[in-house]
């Protein structure tokens, strides 16, 4: 197998370093922010930037020292997606003067919550991580027992809170097409994986794609040994600063 030259083999690692550490000094210049104010959300932004900060800092841990997926991303769709989710989940426009409190506090809820579940996710998916829909590897435990696609279900429910925290017609519409550009991403990650892994079809059979069947069986058995397929993430979709001021993207 021909391996990749270095350079290129550490191009992906160190944009996602870079990008943690811009998040990370916006992170601490809110920090410095929320000390001086007497408010509930300047510390969701600073958890907000936390979380965005260790999601990156993961998303470049697990691209170091990858080996090759067992099956490649080769189609213009593949790139084509991919590049649309993360243009579209840079689109939303921040809250307004006007908009309610009270959307605005659930917007940030809502936006946390997902970012969470995003990390938590990225974290059990490791070193199987990938940009492209490709197929890389299998985990045995954590949301994947849920569901096929807790990374994309992270980042499009932290997009749904940006949303909800500025409702506009721009917002809704950015919102759509986030969600059609990963649903494309997420049927040619299943596609690869389907190729890669003969149990994948039983795994699909028996696991929803995107919205988890919560029931008490199902929760205790999460504890149960199985090995199961996963799918690859996306490089920057989580995350706009709607919940703050302005901060750095990659």
């Known amino acids: 197998m021909t391996r990749r030259p270095s350079l290129t083999r550490w191009t992906v690692p160190a944009l996602f370093a870079l990008a943690a550490a ?6 601490e210049r809110d920090f410095a922010h929320a000390l001086t104010q007497q408010g509930t959300r300047s510390w969701l932004v600073v958890v907000y930037g936390l979380l965005r900060t260790c999601v990156f800092l993961a998303f470049a841990v697990f691209t170091i020292g990858r080996s090759a997926p067992r099956r490649r991303a080769r189609s213009p769709l593949a790139y ?50 990938g940009v492209l829909p490709e197929a890389r590897g299998l985990v045995t435990r ?42 494309i991403r997420m049927r040619m990650e299943e596609q690869a994986l389907t190729h890669a892994f003969p149990e994948y079809a ?39 600063a709607s919940l703050a001021e302005p901060v750095s993207r990659p």
């Open 142 to 183: 954590g949301p994947y027992r849920l569901i096929r696609h807790p990374v994309y279900l992270g980042e499009i429910g932290a997009c749904a809170g940006l949303a909800l925290a500025a409702p506009s017609a721009g917002n809704a519409a950015v919102l759509a097409a986030v969600i059609v550009a990963q649903s």
């Open 22 to 27: 811009s998040i990370g000094a916006d992170t």
């Open 80 to 129: 084509l997606a991919c590049a649309a989710a993360m243009a579209t989940a840079l689109a939303f426009s921040g809250p307004s003067h006007n908009t309610p409190e009270g959307a605005l506090l659930a917007g940030d809820i809502v936006t946390l919550a997902f970012c969470a579940w995003l990390l938590a996710s990225v974290l059990f998916l490791g070193r199987c991580f």
């Open 202 to 240: 039983a795994y699909a059979a028996d696991t929803p794609r995107l919205i988890p069947r919560i029931s008490l069986p199902r929760l205790t058995g999460m504890l149960a040994h199985g090995r199961h397929p996963v799918d690859s993430a996306a490089i920057g979709e989580p995350l706009h």
